[in-house]
């Protein structure tokens, strides 16, 4: 057994997103002597980044004041807002934006562009940023306290044989590992159980985005608009809706979310995101247009009932690791950065993770997330419901006496025979893509398809003998890339996972019914390569 090669660092970041790469640049502003690591499982920073994404630049201009004499390559200040909702198929009402949503002052960028122009600022800081380094599994050190995180191994075949060109994994020892991952890490959900850190909070709950960019022709496109819709083609039991970004050059990002609590074992997240792009009120916008990039990312969504503890001995949880998107903006990057600022801070004026929760819960960012937390559970008995309820926690800005709950989103799906098809309307397609396989084609992913799989079903047994019967296999619906897919062969029925098309959503994780879906990291640099998304 040969002994692994170790790197030791000060800190190590595992995940080189806007929460991850603030605190790298923050710490060396502060504490320029310390030793930094940022690690990054896709091949290149930003290649695996998904958001909306309009986001508000105060924290930006905090962590680096004069980022707007060379921006990041897609910055469009937003210049109107708009708001629908899409009453059927055919036709759309114009509502008053909400409060919240108003987006004067912010800016819409490419995230994974935004983290790509962030990454050489940390490095001129003396950052050491890896990508193609995924983290396989934590490391502790005598007295159980996490010690650093060990890279997988590369050159592993599928039967687990070493192929040739096989590298073994290094280990990166640090005195704190910061955990910025975003939603549902592979190494922050371990962590999580491990620790109970979630014991004393509700279950965390997610949404699904679907996103895609388009060239448009010349002169269609609004620089500067945004545009969000509720209602077509969700059923009023399903939360959710969209947005369609206006960027410069006739792009559009358009994208679709839908909360994973939804009902409906039927329920297709994908086909209804193409579905919405055949509204009237879209069509016109992206016919004749050419589809550039697509992907698809689960959305934390459970806020400040569901934020874990996101200190445990020798870590924390920054950004979307810990859970702190707000909802109702829709915004989830100010809030990123915010943290990981406060935790290099922490970091800096203690050289641990002790104080880190207390310090998080008494700042700005828990206080946004208070503030709204009752309006995305107040969708759980329906759109009309959420609506109005909304609209109250609005205008008492939050201060209700009360606390609503958040439920495992698993465990809302019924199944068949139990719950009422919903009337869809839904119309026949013509846009690009055609179906999930070209859509994968648009998210450029790529896996070496002898690579062990990195999705782990506990017992096919289940797959085949009960979920068939219960839920008729959802997992074939709710992956937006086609990796699920039961095969009926000479030999019967079985489950086939198709893993060199997977996005690296998480959704499977999180909704399967019977939670014996585990993802876990593949080999570093496989996956999506998303690019302006």
């Known amino acids: 057994m040969s002994e692994r090669e170790t790197m030791e660092y000060d800190v190590i970041v595992v995940g080189a997103g806007p929460a991850g790469l603030a605190f790298a640049i923050r710490l060396k502003q502060v504490q320029p002597e310390t030793t930094v690591c940022v690690i990054e499982k896709a091949s290149t920073i930003g290649a695996q980044i998904l958001s909306g994404a309009v986001i508000e630049p105060e924290p930006l201009n905090a962590l680096l004041p004069d980022w707007g004499k060379n921006p990041p390559p897609v910055c469009v200040p937003v210049k109107n807002d708009e708001f629908w909702m899409l009453r059927d198929h055919a036709s759309a009402t114009k509502l008053p934006t909400p409060p919240q949503m108003h987006n004067h002052g912010n800016f819409i960028v490419s995230l994974g562009a935004l983290c790509a122009w962030l990454a050489p600022q940390a490095e001129a800081l003396g950052v050491d940023v890896f990508p193609g380094y995924a983290a396989a599994e934590p490391l502790f050190d005598d007295a159980g306290a996490v010690a650093g995180v060990r890279i997988g191994d590369m050159g592993v075949a599928r039967d687990g044989t070493h192929k040739p060109g096989y590298t073994e994994g290094i280990d990166i020892r640090a005195k704190v590992t910061v955990l910025a991952e975003g939603c549902r890490g592979h190494i922050s959900k371990q962590l999580i ?22 060239q448009l022709p010349p002169g269609r496109a609004e620089a500067g608009k945004v545009v969000h819709t509720l209602g077509w083609p969700l059923s009023s039991d399903t939360y959710g809706g969209s947005f369609i970004y206006h960027l410069d050059n006739d792009r559009v990002a358009i994208g679709f979310v839908a909360g994973l609590d939804y009902p409906d074992p039927n329920f297709s997240p994908f086909e209804a995101f193409q579905q919405l792009k055949h509204h009237p009120k879209i069509k016109e916008l992206l016919d004749g247009g050419t589809i550039v990039s697509a992907g698809a990312r689960a959305i934390v969504e459970g806020g400040y009932q569901s934020l874990p503890k996101v200190e445990m001995p020798g870590a924390m949880l920054i950004g979307d690791s810990a859970g702190l998107l ?32 207390a310090k998080l819960r008494a700042s700005a960012v828990m206080a946004e997330l208070k503030k709204v937390r009752n309006i995305r559970p107040g969708f759980n008995k329906g759109l009309w419901v959420g609506l109005i309820n909304g609209a109250w926690e609005t205008v008492t800005g939050g201060m209700s006496p009360w606390t609503l709950k958040n439920h495992a989103d698993w465990s809302s799906l019924k199944k068949l025979g139990d719950y009422e098809v919903p009337k869809r309307d839904y119309v026949d397609r013509t846009l690009a893509p055609r179906d999930r396989l070209a859509s994968v084609y648009f998210a450029a992913t790529e896996h070496d398809e002898d690579q062990p799989i990195h999705l782990k079903v506990a017992d096919t047994n289940i797959c085949i003998e009960k979920c068939t019967v219960e839920y008729g296999n959802p997992c074939q619906r709710f992956c937006p890339a086609g990796v699920y897919e039961i095969v009926d062969d000479e030999a019967g029925k079985r489950l086939q996972i198709n893993a060199a098309n997977c996005v690296h959503c998480k959704t499977c994780d999180i909704k399967d019914p019977y939670q014996i879906i585990t993802w876990v990291t593949p080999e570093g640099g496989s996956g999506p390569n998303y690019q302006n998304l």
Request: overall charge neutral; hydrophobic content about 35%.
């Open 193 to 214: 159980a491990k620790f109970a850190l979630d014991k004393d909070s509700d279950p965390q709950t997610y949404g699904i985005g679907i996103k895609e960019l388009w």
């Open 326 to 357: 707000n909802v109702p903006k829709i915004k989830g990057t100010h809030q990123a950065i915010r943290s990981g600022m406060l935790a290099a801070e922490h970091f800096a004026a203690t050289g641990t993770s002790t104080g880190w929760d």
